[in-house]
């Protein structure tokens, strides 16, 4: 039991926790956490008032021989204590409260990056609205100004939710929902999101990353994003762009400047900058590539990609493969 309490007690002394919303990164989150600390230090001083007077009335009022237990039928003045004290804690978590409301509520800043973020089973999709640019579960957003979000779903209610940086809010079909926050620093890992509500087989593998950058490096990345798929650097990667243009995956996928206009599956036109791939679950490599394209569904369960592999089912060799991985990991 001692180990036990001991092993509870060193796991709250862990240090790296990427999605501790403990870790003030966002406005949105440090705006939540005003009304948090409120409610936390107010149930402390309850639990630990209820606590003690239970211990002292166990004590004091406990049955020993000779005693004889007293009825109380009603108490004005401890009756008036009880009802003011609700109402007191009631009114103190409602100052921030309301604070927070009413912080949130503000209108988006006049120069603020408006982003859908479009939720599909099982990855995000981020539509830059003024910049023409459209990525997949990997965000990237400058330092100290505001981005502000429409959240939607194409199928299933999902979830928006990069606990260091803002709370977690739904996207629902049909219906569009909003946040927006601004990152308060730049920093070369990126801040860990995922989908916060159940929505099916791969919920738990329905992730994305957000990079902050600073004003210089956030434009370099626009101008790069926005410009169209490489040309292949290699005799494999011309290959791999041929296989590819004839194949299924133009149906499902865009490559800017290029006949691959799908929009079903992710965009693809700068998938080799990615650091992952399959919606966060996989390192970005040729050879995680070759996995994935073969067969999503065995990395991934309940994967919507179709097996491109002719071992299981799908219409490329290993060879094609490989040239169409190759393909993938140039564009950069």
């Given at each position: 039991?001692?180990?036990?309490v001991?092993a509870?007690?060193?796991?709250a ?14 406005s949105?989150?440090?705006t939540?956490?005003v009304?948090?600390?409120?409610v936390?230090?107010?149930a ?6 209820v606590m ?56 988006i ?6 982003v ?7 990855w ?8 023409k640019?459209?990525t ?6 400058p330092?100290g ?5 429409n ?9 928006f939710?990069?606990?260091q940086?803002a ?10 929902n909003d ?6 620093r730049?920093r ?5 999101g ?11 593998n329905?992730?994305?990353?957000v ?15 926005a410009?169209?798929?490489?040309n ?16 299924a ?16 599956g992710p965009?693809?036109t ?7 791939i399959g919606?966060?679950?996989l390192?970005?490599t040729?050879e ?23 071992s ?20 950069k």
């Amino acid at each position: 039991m001692a180990l036990a309490v001991v092993a509870v007690l060193a796991a709250a002394c862990e240090t790296n926790l990427p999605q501790s919303t403990t870790v003030i990164e966002g406005s949105h989150n440090a705006t939540l956490w005003v009304p948090y600390r409120m409610v936390f230090i107010l149930a402390a001083i309850v639990f630990v008032a209820v606590m003690a007077l239970t211990v002292i009335f166990s004590i004091t009022y406990r049955e020993r021989p000779g005693r004889t237990a007293r009825q109380f039928h009603g108490n004005t003045r401890l009756e008036i204590v009880w009802t003011l004290i609700p109402i007191i804690i009631v009114t103190l978590i409602s100052v921030p409260t309301v604070n927070a409301i009413v912080a949130e509520a503000q209108p988006i800043a006049a120069n603020a990056l408006r982003v859908d973020a479009i939720g599909h089973q099982w990855w995000f999709e981020f539509v830059y609205l003024d910049e023409k640019v459209t990525t997949a579960n990997e965000l990237h957003i400058p330092e100290g100004r505001e981005v502000a979000f429409n959240l939607k779903s194409v199928d299933v209610i999902h979830s928006f939710w990069v606990p260091q940086l803002a709370g977690k809010t739904d996207m629902v079909p049909g219906h569009v929902n909003d946040i927006k926050f601004t990152a308060l620093r730049a920093r070369p890992e990126p801040y860990l999101g995922q989908c916060a509500e159940f929505c099916g087989t791969s919920h738990a593998n329905m992730r994305f990353r957000v990079f902050v950058h600073t004003e210089a490096d956030f434009a370099a990345w626009l101008k790069s994003a926005a410009a169209n798929g490489a040309n292949p650097a290699s005799a494999l990667e011309k290959q791999g762009q041929e296989i590819f243009m004839r194949s299924a995956c133009i149906g499902c996928h865009t490559v800017q400047g290029s006949a691959a206009a799908g929009k079903v599956g992710p965009d693809l036109t700068h998938v080799g900058s990615r650091t992952t791939i399959g919606s966060g679950i996989l390192v970005n490599t040729p050879e995680t590539l070759e996995k994935w394209i073969a067969n999503s569904a065995d990395v991934k369960p309940g994967s919507k990609m179709p097996p491109m592999a002719k071992s299981d089912g799908g219409a490329l060799s290993k060879e094609e493969i490989t040239a169409v991985a190759a393909y993938l990991s140039g564009l950069k």
